[in-house]
């Protein structure tokens, strides 16, 4: 079957990143926003990371977003419903910062380019554990835009997260192809390529920052930096 839909990640793969530091940055970031209305720095990270958790294990009867509201909010109580505003201002404002522990690497708008010359959809199959908000800046320091997918994956409108099957699922429900006919690339060997490949998915591991905590064996992967990716698009 002709690959007609191709799925791309975006932290590591379009976005040149250290996950790491990413988020040793940005949450230092975060708890300075909030400390002046009372939150424990450490309490505070805490807890994102319960809501998180919440978010990766979400099984699709909610979006990530009330997974994520409804595990905080068991911590704090009817604050957390009453500082949300202040989390999303933060998303807006603060969190254009973050772009210092990001690299924008000029093959993302190649690959984007060669997928729109060669009619093919394109989906950013980030993991769905952010806002909207946060993800449109994150592909913009990529140098991508909304325009460029048919579909971006956000808290808001997912109820599944990496590295769950039914994330990939869910996808090509959204947008009404067979697995078969999509191409997942990823730099995560577990979360991107192994969950892509358990649906049907033909994959891509981007190697340059390779994320592959299990020690798998990635001998049998198509893999490669961005010309072969590039070389590989250019193909189907």
């Known amino acids: 079957m002709a690959i007609t839909t191709i799925l791309l990640d975006l932290d590591g793969t379009l976005l040149t990143m250290d996950n790491d530091e990413f988020t040793k940055g940005y949450f230092k970031m975060l708890v300075k926003k909030m400390a002046p209305l009372g939150y424990d720095p450490e309490k505070l990270v805490d807890s994102i990371w319960v809501g998180t958790r919440a978010m990766i294990q979400n099984d699709g009867s909610r ?3 009330d997974a994520f ?5 068991e911590i704090y ?3 957390a419903k009453q500082d949300e505003v202040y989390f999303e201002e933060f998303y807006r404002t603060d969190f254009d910062r973050a772009v210092a522990f990001c690299e924008k690497n000029d093959g993302a708008r190649e690959v984007l380019d060669l997928i729109h ?8 199959a980030t993991n ?3 806002p909207g908000i946060a993800t449109e800046k994150r592909m913009h320091w990529a140098g991508l835009e909304l325009s460029d997918f048919e579909l971006v994956t956000t808290y808001e409108n997912i109820g599944y997260g990496k590295p769950n099957p039914e994330y990939y699922r869910e996808i090509t429900r959204l947008i009404g192809v067979p697995p078969q006919e999509c191409l997942m690339v ?3 060997v577990e979360e991107d390529i192994l969950a892509a490949e358990s649906v049907g998915m033909d994959t891509f591991l981007l190697t340059d920052h390779i994320i592959n905590r299990r020690n798998s064996d990635i001998t049998r992967l198509r893999r490669g930096g961005f010309a072969e990716l590039l070389e590989y698009i250019r193909t189907l």
């Open 186 to 188: 990823g730099n995560d």
């Open 128 to 130: 769905p554990i952010f």
């Open 77 to 79: 109580g009817e604050k």
């Open 117 to 124: 010359e060669k009619d093919l959809r394109a989906v950013l």
């Open 69 to 73: 509201w409804s595990a905080y909010g």
């Open 63 to 65: 979006t990530n977003m």
